[in-house]
C-alpha cells in the first residue's frame, strides 16, 4: 500500500554551521522530569497488567501526573523535609472488564513508588512524599476508537524528529546522563535534581549546570566549594572527549559564598523546597529541548503507546530520523522527520510522512531518494515495534 511519503531539500543553514545554538537537558530528578517518569512507569505498569491479563494493551492514558513542591529545611551535614511534596497521577484508564474491577490504582500507586525508589536516592518515599490516584474511567468515543482490533489513530496530531545530534546536543545529553550515571559513586553529594543548559557561540561551548547538593553529604561551606569546583572539572573533561571546540563549564551560578547562599538540599531534589513539576514540560522524546531544531508541544511520557500518536508519532520520527541520517555513510548531514495523523485512520498511513535533507558536497537528491522512502516505509510497515519497545521500557521518552 502507497503511503504519503515526501522527501525534499531542508533549505537552511546547517546545524554546525549557524552562528549559535541552544540546548537544554532536564535531569532525571527535575521536577518536571520526575513526572514525565512517573507518568511513564504507571502507563508501563497498566500495559503489562492488561496484557497478562487479556493478551493485549486496553485504552489508558496517565500523561497528566503532577508534581506540588513541599518544603524543607536543607543544612551542612543534615537537613530536614517540613512539608512532603505532593504528587497527584491523573488520567484515564479501562477500569473495568466484563464486570471485573480492576486493580488498577494499585498498580499506578505501587509503580510510582518504585520509580521514585530506584531514581530518587535520597529520597524518603514514605515520609518526603504524598502520591495519590486519581486516575478515572476513560471517555466512551476514544474508547470506541481505540478498543478497534485495527489500529486507528486516536488524534489528530504530529510528531517529529531529526539527527545526527548535533556537538552541542551530544555534550548537553551526555553530561546530564554523566552526573547521574558514573559520577555517582564517586561523588555522592551531588543530587539527581540536574540541569545542563549549553550554548554554542561560533566554536566556544559553554554549560550551564544547576546540581542540588545533598546536605547530608557534605559537611561545612569548603567541602562544599570543592564539590562544586570539582563536578565542573569532571564535566568540562567529559565535554572534551565529543568536540575540538572550546568547552567552559559553570555550575550553580546562582551561589553567593559571601552570603551564604548555597544549592543545597535535603533530598537531591528541588521539589522538596516548593518546585513543582507537570508531564511535558520538559524535555522532548529525544531527551532535549532544542529551540534550533523542529519541536513538538506533545507530552510524550504517560500516552498510551498502541494508538495514541502524540506519543508513537515523536517517538517513531527520531527513531527514523537516526536511521536516515546513517544512509549512505555520510551523505546526509542533517534530517528532519514530521509525521502527521487523523483521528480515526491507521496509524500506519499517516496525512503526511515528510522528511527534509541537508546532503553532503556533491551527493544529489535523486542518490538517496529512493532509500529514505525505504526507511520511513519500513518503520510505518512495523509501526507495532514502537510499542514493544516501550511497554519494554528499552525506548526512553523524555
Not at 58 to 80: K, R, Y
Not at 122 to 149: A, F, N, P, Q, W
Request: proline share 3%.
Amino acid at each position: 500500500m502507497k503511503r504519503n511519503i515526501f522527501v525534499e531539500p531542508l533549505v537552511q543553514t546547517y546545524i554546525e554551521d549557524q552562528k549559535t545554538e541552544i540546548v537544554e537537558r532536564k535531569g532525571i530528578g527535575h521536577p518536571d522530569s520526575i513526572a514525565d517518569g512517573l507518568a511513564e512507569s504507571v502507563s508501563r505498569a497498566l500495559c503489562k497488567m492488561y496484557i497478562k491479563r487479556y493478551g493485549r494493551i486496553l485504552h489508558h492514558n496517565t500523561d497528566e501526573t503532577q508534581i506540588v513542591g513541599g518544603q524543607s529545611a536543607p543544612e551542612f551535614g543534615n537537613g530536614i523535609v517540613l512539608e512532603p511534596a505532593y504528587i497527584l497521577l491523573v488520567g484515564r484508564a479501562t477500569t473495568e472488564v466484563d464486570k471485573e474491577r480492576l486493580p488498577y490504582r494499585s498498580v499506578a500507586i505501587k509503580a510510582a513508588r518504585n520509580y521514585l525508589k530506584k531514581h530518587c536516592s535520597h529520597l524518603d518515599i514514605d515520609t518526603d512524599v504524598m502520591l495519590d490516584c486519581r486516575i478515572g474511567k476513560g471517555s466512551v468515543d476514544l474508547r470506541g476508537v481505540y478498543e478497534t482490533k485495527k489500529l486507528y489513530a486516536n488524534d489528530t496530531s504530529f510528531g517529529v524528529g531529526h539527527a545526527p545530534f548535533s556537538e552541542t546536543e551530544t555534550i548537553v545529553l551526555d553530561a546530564e546522563q554523566y552526573i547521574n550515571g558514573r559520577l555517582k559513586k564517586s561523588m555522592p553529594e551531588v543530587g539527581e535534581d540536574v540541569k545542563v543548559m549549553g550554548a554554542r557561540i561560533g566554536d566556544k561551548i559553554n554549560l550551564t549546570v544547576a546540581a542540588a547538593m545533598v546536605g547530608k553529604e557534605i559537611p561545612d561551606k569548603d567541602h562544599y566549594i570543592s564539590v562544586v569546583k570539582e563536578l565542573g572539572e569532571k564535566v568540562h573533561d567529559q565535554a572534551s572527549r565529543f568536540t575540538e571546540r572550546k568547552i567552559s563549564v559553570d555550575v550553580n551560578t546562582a551561589d553567593d559564598y559571601k552570603q551564604n547562599i548555597f544549592y543545597l538540599t535535603v533530598t537531591g531534589l528541588s521539589m522538596e523546597n516548593g518546585d513543582d513539576g507537570s508531564v511535558g514540560r520538559g524535555n522532548r522524546a529525544n531527551g532535549l529541548i532544542t529551540p534550533h531544531r523542529p519541536m513538538s508541544m506533545e507530552a510524550t511520557s504517560g500516552k498510551n503507546p498502541v494508538t495514541h500518536v502524540g506519543k508513537i508519532y515523536n517517538l517513531l520520527a527520531n527513531k527514523m530520523a537516526h536511521d536516515i541520517a546513517g544512509v549512505g555513510k555520510g551523505d546526509i548531514k542533517e534530517v528532519n522527520v514530521r509525521l502527521l495523523s487523523q483521528i480515526g485512520r491507521p496509524i500506519d498511513q499517516p496525512q503526511t510522512a515528510g522528511v527534509q535533507l541537508i546532503l553532503a558536497e556533491g551527493v544529489n537528491m535523486k542518490d538517496v531518494k529512493s532509500e529514505v522512502e525505504g526507511v520511513v516505509d519500513n518503520w510505518l510497515e512495523n509501526i507495532s515495534d514502537i510499542t514493544d519497545l516501550v511497554v519494554k521500557g528499552k525506548l526512553a521518552t523524555f
